[in-house]
């Protein structure tokens, strides 16, 4: 049976005004707890800009059915309720896995399908891993870098060019595609 899909949840709250130390104390304060719940594999907190009172969590779990299950811990839904007269609207939370964070639009969850993602993807792996097997990888073993270390630099290179380039690019491509 296939392991299932890690899952990526992002959450927005915007903050009252002048209420942003309370909860970014609570929030400091909630995260060694949440680090203890089985599945839970990390989180990644991002603060408005100055000025701006919309703050961001992205949490990834080992699994959806972790996500559920955290929602309804005891533990979360006491933190929920301290944070939640510190909110200004409604939260606003949005899942993905696997790859599918790539082909989100912007503040709406990912409506597309797999194997439209799977093929813009090995459109771009096959486009980097030539680019490179052509140049980066004949450079480096010319000048006696060992095959594993050229290997793990190169592979090094195609996962960031395609999450800060080849991607990003190939989507805005695909875009009509993708998302009809």
């Given at each position: 049976m296939p392991e299932p899909a890690p899952v990526t949840v992002v959450i927005t709250r915007?903050?009252?005004p002048g209420r942003e130390e309370e909860f970014e104390r609570l929030v400091r304060e909630w995260v060694p707890t949440a680090v203890t719940f089985p599945g839970y594999l990390g989180v990644h907190m991002l603060r408005p800009p100055p000025g701006g009172n919309?703050?961001?969590a992205v949490l990834r779990f080992r699994?959806?059915?972790d996500w559920d299950a955290f929602r309804d811990w005891p533990a979360y839904r006491a933190f929920g309720a301290k944070v939640d007269p510190l909110i200004d609207g409604d939260t606003r939370i949005t899942t993905a896995t696997g790859m599918e964070i790539w082909f989100a639009p912007p503040g709406s969850p990912p409506p597309v399908p797999q194997w439209k993602m799977?093929?813009?993807t090995w459109l771009g792996v096959n486009a980097l891993t030539y680019a490179l097997g052509v140049t980066l990888m004949?450079?480096?073993l010319d000048r006696g870098f060992p095959f594993w270390a050229t290997l793990f630099l190169t592979n090094a290179v195609v996962v960031a060019g395609l999450t800060?380039?080849?991607m990003p690019g190939l989507v805005r491509a695909f875009r009509k595609w993708l998302f009809a």
């Open positions: 915007k903050v009252r919309e703050y961001g699994a959806a059915s799977a093929v813009v004949p450079f480096l800060w380039a080849v």
